[in-house]
């Protein structure tokens, strides 16, 4: 098996001690992938695949999901440590792409120093004062209720249903393996909502970051998806911003691998 279909896996200790899972693959200069809420190491495998001719890609399971650990409290400053901690297996810096949530927690990471070369987001779920999506307070205090009371398949359920799964759907979901690895890191919805906090884009802290920093939106996206991606791409001083055709919030591995490709490599 050669280096570049070889995959390592191995475990990294963050600040507080709680081993964060990432697996290795590939040689290269070093590119990490950040996933969004439910995501795990083994979501951004087919993407990691594609990246691993040209690059070291590290994957991995984020606090309280897969092999990774979950020290409580949680918080923000928390997974900026997990993240640390992996991009400390890449010698200490690497390029970073973040989706969804996980967009906003890279974003939160390189304006808290962390050692972040070139940075790309896909569809920071942020609203801007003229869009309509922004997740009602009640929708979010609901979900952090069921969480706390161990009500992970309710909390799940309700999560996608705001996100406008059908209840058909949810139902025909609920009968499927796939559920049970959902409902496993469903706690983490509330992990995801910390981190977004009010949902609004961060115009200061995004002005003051320095990174060169790539924002992707997919040109099938709800509007307000793709009105919030260009407003982080125009608060930021090194930003630009990029729309891949016919993609929506679930983007093809296969057509967002190219760009990455070509922005990492610039």
Not at 34 to 49: E, F, M, Q, R
Not at 71 to 78: D, K, L, Q
Not at 161 to 185: C, F, K, N, S
Request: glycine share 10%.
């Amino acid at each position: 098996m050669d280096n570049m279909s070889r995959t390592r896996s191995s475990r990294a200790k963050s600040g507080d001690g709680t081993l964060i899972a990432y697996e290795q693959r590939g040689e290269g200069p070093p590119v990490v992938l950040v996933g969004g809420a439910l995501c795990t190491a083994a979501s951004d495998a087919p993407l990691a695949g594609l990246l691993a001719p040209q690059f070291s890609v590290f994957t991995y399971d984020r606090r309280g999901r897969g092999a990774s650990g979950d020290t409580a409290p949680y918080s923000v400053e928390r997974e900026i440590e997990d993240l640390a901690a992996v991009i400390a297996q890449a010698d200490g810096g690497a390029f970073v792409h973040g989706m969804s949530s996980g967009a906003e927690l890279v974003l939160r990471a390189a304006a808290a120093g962390l050692p972040i070369t070139q940075l790309s987001v896909y569809e920071p779920p942020f609203v801007t004062s003229a869009t309509a999506g922004a997740e009602p307070a009640a929708y979010v205090g609901r979900l952090r209720d069921l969480v706390a009371q161990g009500r992970r398949g309710d909390a799940l359920a309700l999560f996608l249903t705001e996100v406008g799964t059908p209840p058909d759907a949810i139902e025909g979901m609920r009968q499927t393996p796939m559920w049970a690895e959902l409902e496993a890191v469903a706690h983490t919805l509330a992990y995801d909502h910390e981190i977004m906090g009010a949902g609004l884009v961060p115009v200061d802290r995004l002005r003051g970051l320095q990174t060169r920093v790539m924002v992707v939106d997919g040109g099938a996206s709800p509007a307000w998806l793709r009105e919030a991606a260009r407003a982080v791409a125009d608060a930021l001083p090194h930003g630009r911003h990029r729309t891949l055709t016919g993609q929506t919030h679930e983007v093809a591995p296969q057509v967002l691998a190219p760009l990455l490709t070509e922005f990492f490599a610039a």
